[in-house]
């Protein structure tokens, strides 16, 4: 007989032979993805917390880079102060940075073939000594105060941050709120409470006791709390400042 019938649990049993090694080497390479990804991972966190200012400046390959992710180190420093927030290196931020942004980085040094280091965060003053939810901006230096937006994270700021945060602007947007909320409350007190009399003299007194009420009270917090005004404080690092 020329051709011998095919035995199907033999062809089988080949079958479970081949698969049994294409797993074992699939395995293998999931092993070493994993182990690469572990030890870049480890690196990664290494010069997170290692962040040091001008410390860095990283190789980009100029044609990969995306232009809406790059950004001046005044327009972040103009963002910081309407918004009252930080721009300070990693290594004083205390929440948690989330595999995304692991996940970018990496991408970003095997695209342009280098390693990223000098890392920096917009955030809140707060979560630079405790976790919160709103949104930190991850960037990397590039040189020459430009920097590139790596990863953001995190909920958005509430839409009334920048009007509620512009008093600390400066000194006369401080004083112009003081003055504001002193009318209105002065608007508040009923005629004739401390007088029969509902003259412009009584008004402009009540006035008065209300916006040195106010000051004292302004002046007290900024002391006793350490505050001072945003184009202050936007990249410092002291919790005081």
């Known amino acids: 007989m020329l051709f011998q019938r095919t035995n199907l649990l033999e062809k089988l049993r080949l079958e479970k032979e081949k698969l049994s090694k294409s797993e ?6 999931v092993r070493a993805i994993l182990s ?3 030890d870049d991972n480890s690196r990664i966190a290494k010069n997170l917390v290692n962040s040091q200012s001008g410390s860095s400046v990283n190789s980009f390959t100029f044609d990969l880079l995306d232009s809406d992710k790059i950004f001046h180190i005044d327009q972040i420093k103009n963002l910081c102060i309407d918004y009252r927030l930080r721009f300070l290196d990693t290594k004083y931020f205390k929440g948690e940075i989330p595999a995304e942004a692991y996940s970018k980085i990496r991408s970003l040094e095997k695209e342009h073939n280098t ?3 000098g890392f920096k965060i917009i955030a809140p003053s707060k979560l630079f000594k405790l976790e919160d939810k709103d949104d930190p901006l991850l960037f990397a230096p590039m ?14 700021l509430n839409p009334f941050r920048k009007l509620m945060m512009w008093p600390f602007k400066n000194v006369g947007n ?10 209105l409350t002065t608007l508040l007190i009923p005629n004739g409470l401390f007088s029969k009399s509902n003259s412009v003299a009584e008004f402009g007194i009540l006035f008065f ?7 004292a009270i302004a002046i007290f917090y900024g002391f006793a709390m350490g505050k001072n005004f945003s184009p202050a404080i936007w990249n410092s690092k002291y919790y005081n400042a």
């Not at 074992?24 to 390479?29: A, G, H, P, V």
């Not at 401080?174 to 009318?183: A, M, P």
């Not at 006791?209 to 000051?215: D, E, W």
Request: without cysteine; hydrophobic residues 50%; charged residues 25%.
């Open 209 to 215: 006791f209300m916006f040195k009420s106010i000051v």
């Open 174 to 183: 401080l004083i112009f709120v003081i003055v504001l909320i002193s009318y």
């Open 115 to 117: 390693e990223l280091r």
């Open 143 to 156: 040189g020459n105060g430009y920097y590139y937006l790596i990863h953001k994270w995190g909920n958005d």
């Open 36 to 38: 690469k990804v572990d």
């Open 24 to 29: 074992e080497l699939i395995l293998d390479e």
